[in-house]
């Protein structure tokens, strides 16, 4: 099976910079995606890492470390529109996605 | 319409009706995928369907009952629910191919069963 964990909530100021842990426990495993949903919202895909290291796409960058089993989600110059939860989720064979429980992000003026 | 459209997005049902959830997209992938999402609980996988065949029933009860009629379509049928079925349904697609694995979500049919 498969399982991720990651924190909750998290509040911060406009501005400022969040990082998002995702530890997972999986059999299988083919990469870590993250993705955005918005209170009433549809989830958005953010970033997918299949290898080692850090991708950046404009404010969000997303880490991976297979070794340890460990990704996180870096959230950089902070807005309000920010404002939503972000899960983190397990790539596994046959298209399988398993998610973590979602972070939910506050951003305060 | 583009992306990844769902109806109805609202639907109260008593436990004896009987009901379907419907799914299109019009992105031309080759997979879908069903999920409910719970509040307070990750995002549950329930069924895949890849190239129109299903790949993965994630031991869903039987009161629920997919349908794949062609790449674009996807329906979930519903009978005899139960009040803990009361969720968020979300369809989503993807294509098999490339670096990149992202799924498309749909917005979604709030589920309440009374």
């Known amino acids: 099976g498969q399982s991720l964990e990651q924190p909750s909530e998290v509040t911060a100021v406009e501005g400022a910079i969040v990082q998002i842990n995702c530890t997972y426990q999986t059999s299988g495993f083919y990469g870590l995606s993250w993705y955005q949903q918005h209170d009433g919202g549809a989830p958005t895909f953010l970033s997918y890492?299949?290898?080692?290291g850090l991708e950046e796409t404009g404010r969000f960058s997303s880490f991976l470390s297979r070794s340890d089993s460990y990704g996180y989600l870096l959230l950089q110059e902070l807005q309000m529109k920010d404002s939503a939860s972000y899960f983190c989720?397990?790539?596994?064979?046959?298209?399988?996605?398993?998610f973590g429980g979602g972070t939910r992000v506050l951003v305060k003026p | 319409e583009t992306g990844v459209t769902q109806t109805p997005r609202h639907l109260v049902m008593g436990m004896t009706n009987k009901k379907s959830l419907k799914c299109e997209q019009h992105?031309?992938?080759?997979?879908m995928y069903w999920y409910k999402q719970s509040a307070k609980k990750p995002l549950e996988l329930m069924f895949v369907y890849s190239l129109e065949e299903r790949v993965e029933n994630n031991s869903v009860p039987s009161r629920f009952s997919p349908e794949c009629p062609n790449s674009s379509h996807l329906f979930l049928h519903l009978h005899t629910l139960q009040p803990e079925d009361s969720a968020l349904y979300l369809c989503a697609s993807s294509q098999d191919s490339g670096p990149i694995y992202e799924q498309y979500f749909g917005p979604g049919t709030r589920l309440t069963v009374t």
């Open positions: 890492n299949a290898l080692d």
């Open positions: 992105l031309g992938h080759n997979a």
């Open positions: 989720a397990s790539k596994a064979a046959g298209n399988k996605l398993t």
